[in-house]
């Protein structure tokens, strides 16, 4: 049974540049989470997709979006990257709202 | 803005000692998750507490959540090297989903 799985696994942009990431959720769950993790710290929460909808946001800005589509997968663009983007980013998904997250193992972005 | 801090930051012990970690917050929440993350890795689930004053075992892992659901702890007894990773406590009510720091756990042979 696969869990959540992201792509790529790594990442090097240059700062101005968009960056795409995908995930695909594991079997069964509908809700999609994406998180940034600095080095050194916890996760913080981006946004939040259930029915290709966005549901929650966290304290980032607008060039942080993302969708998902009808299969639930999701993807997380970045626009106009700037060096403190450089991070962790971590997918979840989960079904229902009382269930804890699966995690997927992450896209490490480096933006030089 | 709702807080989970998490103490201590850093902990390295000898293999076989027991230890405690903690999380805490001034706002009440419904629910709280711990969860382990190796390097390279995304966090793993350890337990879900719901209940106040509740209290979970998994092996050597034990979770308890405050009376008036505001804290946590993690007692690891007997901690072994596989045990080394960073813990984390996740919680949100009305849909503010936050992470703490995290717990930095090293356990020496």
């Known amino acids: ?112 | 803005t709702q807080l989970l801090e998490q103490s201590p930051q850093f902990l390295s012990i000898q293999e076989g000692e027991n230890l405690t970690v903690y999380c805490n917050s001034s706002s009440v929440f419904s629910s709280l998750q711990w969860y382990r993350q190796e390097p390279g890795e995304g966090p793993v689930l350890l337990v879900t507490v719901v209940t106040g004053g509740e209290v979970k075992k998994l092996k050597r892992l034990t979770f308890q959540f405050g009376d008036a659901r505001k804290d946590s702890s993690l007692h690891i007894t007997a901690a072994q090297p596989g045990d080394t990773g960073l813990y984390l406590c996740k919680a949100g009510s009305q849909g503010n989903l936050i992470f703490g720091k995290g717990t930095k756990l090293s356990v020496k042979p």
């Open chain 1, 1 to 112: 049974d696969a869990g959540v799985t992201q792509s790529p696994t790594h990442l090097i942009k240059t700062r101005g540049q968009q960056v795409t990431l995908r995930c695909s959720p594991k079997s069964g769950h509908d809700t999609v989470s994406w998180y940034q993790q600095a080095l050194g710290q916890g996760p913080q929460f981006i946004f939040q997709y259930y029915e290709e909808e966005e549901r929650q946001r966290g304290n980032f800005p607008d060039r942080f979006s993302g969708h998902q589509f009808p299969n639930y997968s999701s993807e997380l663009n970045v626009n106009a990257l700037l060096l403190g983007d450089s991070a962790l980013y971590l997918c979840a998904s989960r079904t229902g709202t009382k269930t804890g997250y699966t995690f997927g193992s992450g896209t490490r972005l480096t933006v030089v």
